[in-house]
């Protein structure tokens, strides 16, 4: 296992365990944070057993609270800011391609770029008193992580800018109301307890199944397509029907 100084990471059961491990710039994404999540997607996509992973942060107060301001304002000239969106948004790309579901486990403020990296997740779970925000425009700046379409597809284009340009973190139960959130923990309720809940009908699937459906919502998301998303889910038609699972399953239907 690589080493992490800025993430916990851990297999449990078949799932991955991230946690950001900042709290006490709450969480903030420094560039080194950033790339360590990167390298954790790279180092754990080949583990063919993993049926899904959650990207949470320590503590009970912030998931993540965005670009860690400290070290960014370093960043100045068009070139460095360049290269920060790339590094940025090619890791939540690593994550929106991540060859199972990521649930981002929202444990607190998802603020900027923070709120980016939750959007980059393919679902979203909540603890009762987080809130989530693109609140970029507080600071003159728009979206930076290549989180802006991930909005725009959640919400629409309309909904979307009105969020953008408030720039006011929603509470949990108005960010489920609005689509940002699928799921928020009962008030009282461990979220890691709540995650537990919304992934147990999906970990009941084998990890071929589950790879199968997120690798066509990944082409979905990626804009491919109707030709190319078609020939995704032909071969994991062929890899799943052909797999011993499949046959497993049907004689076992058949002796019923
Ligand atoms: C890509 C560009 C972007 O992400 S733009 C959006 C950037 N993020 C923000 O503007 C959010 C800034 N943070 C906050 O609004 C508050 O800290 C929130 C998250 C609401 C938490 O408030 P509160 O619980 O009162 O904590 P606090 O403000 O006292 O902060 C505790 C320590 O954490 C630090 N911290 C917080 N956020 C960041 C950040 N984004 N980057 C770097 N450091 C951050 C604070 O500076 C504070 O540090 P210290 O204890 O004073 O040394």
């Known amino acids: 296992m690589m080493y992490y100084k800025n993430l916990i990471v851990e297999i449990r059961d078949q799932v991955l365990w991230v946690k950001i491990n900042r709290p006490k710039v709450r969480n903030a994404l420094s560039l080194a944070t950033l790339g360590e999540l990167g390298r954790a997607c790279t180092e754990y996509?080949?583990?063919p057993a993993?049926?899904?992973?959650?990207?949470?942060?320590?503590?009970?107060?912030?998931?993540?609270?965005?670009?860690?301001?400290?070290?960014?304002?370093?960043?100045?000239?068009?070139?460095?800011?360049?290269?920060?969106?790339?590094?940025?948004?090619?890791?939540?790309?690593?994550?929106?391609?991540?060859?199972?579901p990521v649930v981002a486990a929202v444990n607190g403020w998802a603020l900027g770029g923070g709120a980016e990296l939750?959007?980059?997740?393919?679902?979203?779970v909540a603890a009762a008193h987080a809130s989530i925000g693109y609140i970029h425009?507080?600071?003159?700046?728009?979206?930076?992580?290549?989180?802006?379409?991930?909005?725009?597809?959640?919400?629409?284009?309309?909904?979307a800018m009105l969020h953008g340009l408030t720039a006011k973190?929603?509470?949990?139960?108005?960010?489920?109301?609005?689509?940002?959130?699928?799921?928020?923990?009962?008030?009282g309720e461990r979220l890691e307890s709540c995650v537990a809940g919304?992934?147990?009908?999906?970990l009941g699937q084998q990890p071929q199944v589950i790879r199968a459906y997120k690798a066509m919502a990944s082409a979905a998301?990626?804009?491919?397509?109707?030709?190319?998303?078609?020939a995704i889910e032909r071969e994991w038609?062929?890899?799943?029907?052909?797999?011993?699972?499949?046959?497993?399953?049907?004689?076992?239907t058949m002796k019923k």
């Open 221 to 230: 998301q990626q804009g491919l397509s109707g030709e190319e998303r078609r």
């Open 137 to 159: 425009g507080r600071l003159n700046i728009t979206c930076g992580f290549g989180g802006g379409a991930d909005l725009m597809q959640l919400l629409g284009g309309s909904r």
């Open 45 to 47: 996509a080949a583990e």
């Open 50 to 100: 993993l049926k899904a992973v959650v990207l949470t942060g320590e503590g009970n107060e912030s998931f993540a609270a965005g670009g860690d301001l400290k070290e960014f304002s370093a960043i100045r000239t068009a070139a460095q800011t360049e290269q920060l969106f790339d590094l940025a948004s090619s890791v939540l790309d690593k994550i929106r391609k991540f060859p199972t």
């Open 198 to 202: 919304f992934l147990e009908p999906l």
């Open 169 to 187: 973190p929603l509470p949990a139960l108005e960010a489920q109301r609005a689509g940002l959130f699928d799921r928020v923990a009962e008030e």
């Open 118 to 124: 939750a959007l980059a997740c393919d679902f979203r």
């Open 237 to 252: 038609f062929v890899r799943t029907w052909t797999h011993a699972d499949h046959w497993a399953a049907v004689d076992a």
